[in-house]
């Protein structure tokens, strides 16, 4: 089930595939299509789109999160494993998982440790 979380390109939430949705997007196989196409053709990527190239992975993130999205790119960063955890601070996720601050608050990452109890990211 795709979770709603802060986009931070799109700058407002938006349904994130998890890796099992993913793949049945599939909107790497979207890439290869569209770049074959071009080589192909030598029409531009708007052109690309005007021709309907991307619809497929377009159905399936309708089909899997209830959102119609318009651009097959944007599904690109519309998966939970990029981002990191939510801020401790603002509740906004961390822009990767690695991230040690949040870039909407500027707060310092705190971690959970096995307690239950905050670490900062300089204890982790």
């Not at 053709?41 to 619809?55: D, M, N």
């Not at 955890?85 to 601050?101: F, I, V």
């Amino acid at each position: 089930m795709p979770r709603t979380l802060y986009c931070w390109r799109c700058k407002t939430d938006m349904p994130m595939l998890t890796e099992e949705e993913w793949q049945l997007a599939h909107p790497m196989g979207y890439i290869a299509q569209a770049q074959k196409y071009r080589e192909e053709t030598g029409c531009s990527l708007a052109e690309s789109h005007q021709r309907g190239l991307g619809y497929l992975t377009l159905e399936a993130y309708e089909s899997i999160t209830g959102f119609k999205e318009t651009n097959p790119n944007a599904i690109l960063h519309h998966r939970l494993s990029l981002y990191g955890p939510p801020c401790h601070a603002c509740g906004k996720p961390l822009r990767t998982p690695a991230a040690r601050s949040c870039a909407g608050c500027g707060a310092e990452r705190v971690d959970e440790g096995l307690d239950g109890l905050p670490l900062s990211s300089s204890d982790a």
